[in-house]
């Protein structure tokens, strides 16, 4: 580790650290703007020089591209170094535009800080400047090309860092010209960290925009609910509305940035169609009538029928403090539940994942970057967890072999394999990869009864992940038994939702799952049921059918679902933006999020895009919502009922005040239980369905999110290998009627070898979530005319 001084103070810094970065972790904070940690050096804008006095290197050096060495004296201060980068800003700002009042990264902008802190002023240069054509880049990303200082993070970001080429620098000098061959959206599901990357207002955020200033908003740090991955994010409110949700650093899980349904999903906490109001039988009331009305409407069924007519379910979107709210409520009560998966087989699923995680095993997206071997198991990641497909992005640049083994089509912006293999198929390719010793070719064709063509890719892969040093397997829940016992192998689960660790450590061994409550109330064994944060159609089609069949529904909840519509008692709760709240993400890893604001009608809506009204003793609209956690808690004072006082530090073994802000790993992990085994249609049967997320709009809260949904498929569509259409006499681009249930949904055919035979992939939708394991003709048809 090399020693140097730099102002004077000296520090120890790792090998091939540059010296801006070493100055930085002394507080020294260096002129900059094409350097950034995740980037590394380019050397592009020159702002970054210093003096180098003593040592290997001598005389006036960018500080981003010479490595700290020891024995190296550096000056921050030195005249020569003040004066270069004062003349670098003169000339970047001999271009750039001076519109700082009504530009949006005005206040929060690098150019700004440089060009006040470097001492320019007034502008010598006479001529005219230089201008530009902007491009519409889509929904995300608003192009002001006359601001561009040409620093390159951009580019470097979109294409190097990502893999994405539809956006980078053309023409070359003084007129490069950084954007799309022709406007268009932008292809990346990465682009919204363009506007957190670029130091000017160049790229900026569109959805943002004339809303607030950053500088303007309540911040805090946040977690994103959208996926299971826990990526660490600042949410950023303004009158009364989350207005922008930017990447926060965090190097054990996302690092600087996150994917575009993690930054443009919040629309749900302020949409016009949130309920925000207590109904009683669907009528408006007043949350102190609806939680006295649920809890004697509940205390009547305990009289009539025993305290084991009353269930609870939650999901595994709400948070730790949420989950174990309700599992103080059911114990106190004596009901039964929590429920927070759809079936056993589910629950069982992650609890074996989580417990796969054991003995160090458990790998974080960071870790994934810097492995040289990964298997992704029945796993999409650009789908299933977009940051997945960034940290698999940084391993194959590395030199990393990069496999996905899923029967859906999978795209990822990196050099990888795809097995598209039918789910029953799944282990015998993990056997294979995972093993201690490269297979032959014989062996393959033993274990695994494939078409041909795929025999040269595991032949391939076979040998690279038995020599690999740092393979990981990336798997999700229902393949946890094909962990191999290899303890070369780090495990990285994908799980079902944004706290279905949480919900698997809260939950008991021996809990319900909601398909056993949808049995109980269909026996009129259930009457009563508390439906906490949970959608019943997305969850269990079973238990949305047997809702009608309750004598008491209550729901607690802050999206608009059908759950939402049947209860007959509402209850309106906080989002996570509001009440704060700790998440346990896939890999076990506990996590906070601050609330950012207190709930409360959007003031936009409120005054009618005016003024909201001047009544000062008028109660806020919009702020009836409570936590879910504390309507628990006073529904239990309502029922008479002595709620424990239980902590999540008794399922996971670290408690709130633990939670570091990079987070902490779970203590307690379940026993492992019987893994189940992967789906598979029985002879004759048909086709297994394979649920398929799409980037945008698929998931619990991105449903309900104006922006969200303005990104989603146009149409649903259903996928299938040539030799399955050609058995069902279909044919790519037809219209298909798709029967589920009592229900008809129209959808259109996309026919793909990248499909694996025997495979029907289908939208992850509550309308879709009726079918059933495999499906055949009956379900799939030609739409008539």
């Known amino acids: 580790m090399p020693d140097l001084i730099i102002d004077g103070r000296p520090v120890r810094v790792p090998k091939g650290t540059p010296v801006i970065a070493a100055a930085e972790s002394l507080g020294i904070v260096i002129p900059r703007f094409c350097w950034h940690p995740a980037l590394g050096a380019a050397g592009a804008c020159r702002m970054c020089a210093v003096m180098f006095l003593d040592g290997p290197v001598k005389g006036l050096e960018m500080s981003c591209m010479v490595p700290a060495a020891d024995g190296m004296v550096v000056e921050t201060f030195h005249p020569e170094a003040v004066t270069f980068r004062r003349r670098v800003v003169e000339l970047l700002m001999a271009n750039h535009p001076h519109d700082c009042p009504v530009c949006d990264e005005g ?163 302020a949409s016009a169609e949130r309920p925000r109001q207590a109904r009683a039988d669907g009528v408006p009331t007043s949350m102190s009538t609806a939680l006295a009305l649920a809890g004697t409407r509940l205390g009547g069924v305990v009289e009539a029928f025993g305290p084991e007519a009353v269930a609870v379910v939650g999901s595994a979107r709400s948070s730790l403090e949420t989950q174990t709210a309700l599992t103080a409520l059911a114990r106190a009560g004596g009901w039964r539940g929590p429920a927070f998966f759809a079936d056993r087989t589910e629950q069982q699923a992650v609890a074996a994942a989580l417990a796969a995680l054991a003995g160090g095993r458990a790998r974080s997206l960071a870790e994934i970057g810097q492995a040289d071997a990964v298997l992704c198991l029945g796993v999409s990641p650009l789908h299933d967890a977009p940051m997945l497909a960034l940290s698999l992005r940084q391993a194959a640049r590395a030199g990393a072999v990069v496999a996905v083994a899923d029967p859906r089509p999978a795209t990822l912006p990196l050099p990888f394999t795809h097995l598209p293999l039918a789910p029953d198929k799944l282990p015998g390719a993990a056997a294979l990869l995972t093993g201690a010793e490269a297979a032959d070719a014989a062996a393959i064709q033993r274990a695994l009864p494939l078409s041909p063509e795929l025999w040269p890719a595991l032949e391939r892969l076979a040998p690279a992940f038995a020599a690999a040093g740092n393979p990981v397997l990336v798997f999700a829940p229902a393949l946890a038994a094909q962990a191999p016992a290899d303890a070369r192998f780090g495990l990285f689960p994908v799980l079902c939702g944004p706290n279905a660790a949480g919900a698997a450590l809260v939950a008991d061994a021996d809990a319900p799952a909601c398909d056993d409550l949808a049995r109980a109330i269909e026996a009129g064994e259930v009457k009563g049921l508390v439906l906490a944060e949970a959608d019943a159609a997305a969850l269990s089609p079973r238990l949305a059918a047997a809702l009608p069949g309750l004598e008491t529904l209550v729901v607690l909840d802050h999206l608009p679902t059908p759950s939402f519509a049947a209860a007959k008692v509402f209850l309106p709760t906080q989002t996570l933006f509001e009440s704060g709240g700790t998440l346990c993400n896939n890999e076990a890893r506990l996590q906070y999020a601050a609330p950012v604001a207190p709930p409360g009608e959007p003031v936009s809506r409120d005054g009618r895009g005016g003024h909201p009204p001047r009544d000062y003793a008028r109660k806020l609209p919009g702020t009836d919502p409570l936590p879910a956690a504390a309507l628990c808690a006073v529904l239990a004072l309502e029922m008479g009922l002595d709620m424990p006082a239980l902590s999540f530090a008794a399922f996971t073994g670290v408690g709130p005040e633990d939670v570091a802000p990079e987070g902490t790993r779970a203590t307690r992990l379940p026993a492992a239980p019987t893994a189940p085994a992967p789906p598979s249609a029985p002879p004759g049967q048909g086709l297994v369905v394979v649920r398929d ?25 259903v996928r299938l290998h040539p030799d399955d259409a050609a058995g069902l006499g279909l044919a790519d681009g037809e219209a298909l009627t798709v029967t589920v249930g009592d229900r008809r949904i129209e959808a259109t055919l996309a026919v793909s070898a990248a499909v694996a035979r025997g495979a029907a992939v289908v939208p992850r939708l509550p309308g879709w979530a009726g079918l059933p394991a495999a499906i055949g003709p009956e379900t799939l048809r030609r739409r008539q005319p």
Request: net charge positive; charged share 20%; glycine share 10%.
């Open 693 to 717: 997320d799409a980037l945008f709009a698929t998931d619990a809260y991105g449903r309900y999110a104006p922006l969200a949904r303005a990104q989603a498929p146009a149409a649903s569509v």
């Open 107 to 269: 206040g929060h902008c690098l150019l700004q800080d440089e060009t006040i802190s470097g001492g320019h002023a007034l502008r010598r240069f006479p001529g005219r400047k230089r201008t530009y054509l902007d491009q519409d880049l889509g929904p995300f990303i608003q192009h002001e090309m006359n601001r561009c200082i040409h620093c390159y993070r951009c580019a470097r970001f979109y294409q190097e860092y990502c893999g994405y080429l539809d956006f980078g620098p053309m023409q070359n000098a003084n007129r490069v010209y950084f954007g799309r061959f022709a406007s268009g959206p932008l292809e990346s599901p990465f682009s919204g960290n363009l506007a957190d990357i670029c130091p000017t207002g160049t790229l900026t955020d569109k959805p943002g925009r004339y809303k607030s200033r950053r500088w303007d908003c309540q911040r805090a740090p946040s977690v994103c609910p959208h996926c299971s991955l826990g990526c660490a994010t600042v949410a950023l409110s303004r009158y009364r509305e989350v207005v922008r949700v930017e990447a926060r650093e965090n190097p054990a899980v996302n690092g600087h940035f996150i994917c575009d349904r993690g930054r443009y999903s919040f629309g749900y906490a």
